[in-house]
């Protein structure tokens, strides 16, 4: 198992914590300059944090209580650069032997850059490989060091959407089929939820949540995690228990809005401030009000058609709120949704999130 604890005040700061299981994909996900990068730079041994360990199972390759600081090539670590990083005046099979420890290096490297597709292509050089190709040549030559560890630094980013579709998938069968522990750093939410077992969310170098990307994206720590994982649907509220003990009210943005019936976890004081989320897929849109709790009336205010989905904003009747959803084109083609016309959304209980939030100071 690859285990990270990694502390530093200057010149990143860093603060992160995080481990990675034998054949488990962990996505390291957070803004441009957030750590994910540097975070993959400490554990391949390319820079030292300051404070922390780094172990590969019982193999210690950082430790800075004992100054245990392992070179590079003292690390089994396959990396995956993001513009590849090949040699451009040697064949991709030279690329890939040279980075094998083994006797049979040329063989080994033609059976890697085989299994990745490319056995006709050995003899081609960089310049005459398209970008996915190239990537697969960098993703063989990382798996020839035979590592304990592999790292992936946004791969994918530099490839042309078909290419990226079809990595995923060589990237899935990949990891189904070796029990590495895999580290990948995205700011692709759609990636990691695709590719991971686990998300680590990263912001100014501190781990601030991880968990799977369910549990993630349905059930950020807080407002700062919610805004990260760009959850759209992202309110203000207070809370209030209810007579039953497995139910509480959240009236929408004041003690004066719309009320709402969410699970209570008693995690919440009474009458707190609060921010809440709810996932696109545990709301209903409905022309005619349906049964149930948490229906509220609302009109829709305005429709994006992006291709086969439209993004929809719908107004909440009687609040300075909107909620977004997706919707699909057809829907409005065939006039089920009309911008202007009143609708019903129903919000599902089981899928509302609330998180507290602190209160403003007082006015003097």
Known sequence: ??????????????????????????????????????????????????????????????????????????????????HYALFPHLSALRNVALASPRDDADSHAADLLARMGLGQLTSRRPSELSGGQQQR????????????????????????????????????????????????????????????????????????????????????RNARVAGLVGIQNHFEGVFFHGDDPQWGRLCWGSREGPQLLVRDKHRIEEGALVSWVVPAEFIGVHRSEPGGANVLRARLAEALPLGDIALCRFEIEGLRAAVQLHQTTAQLQRGELVVGEPVFLQFDPAGVHIMPRRALPAPH
Do not use: N
């Open 137 to 220: 040549v960098a993703l063989a030559r990382a798996l020839a060091r035979e590592p304990e560890v592999l790292l992936l630094d946004e791969p994918f980013s530099a490839v042309d959407q078909p290419a990226r579709h079809e990595l995923y998938r060589e990237l899935a069968e990949l990891h189904r089929g070796v029990a590495l522990p895999m580290v990948l750093v995205t700011h692709d939410l759609h990636e990691a939820r695709r590719l991971a077992d686990r998300m680590v969310i990263i912001d100014g170098g501190t781990t601030l949540q991880q968990g799977t990307p369910a549990q993630v994206l349905s059930q950020p």
């Open 1 to 82: 198992m690859l285990s990270v604890e990694v502390y530093q005040d200057a010149p990143v700061p860093l603060a992160a914590r995080f481990d990675c299981k034998p054949g488990e994909m962990v996505a390291l996900v957070g803004p441009s300059g957030s750590g994910k990068s540097t975070l993959l730079r400490c554990i391949a041994g390319l820079m030292h944090p300051a404070r922390g360990r780094i172990a590969s199972g019982e193999r210690v390759w950082f430790d800075g209580s004992t100054r245990t600081r392992l070179a590079p090539q003292e690390r089994r670590v396959g990396l995956v650069f993001q």
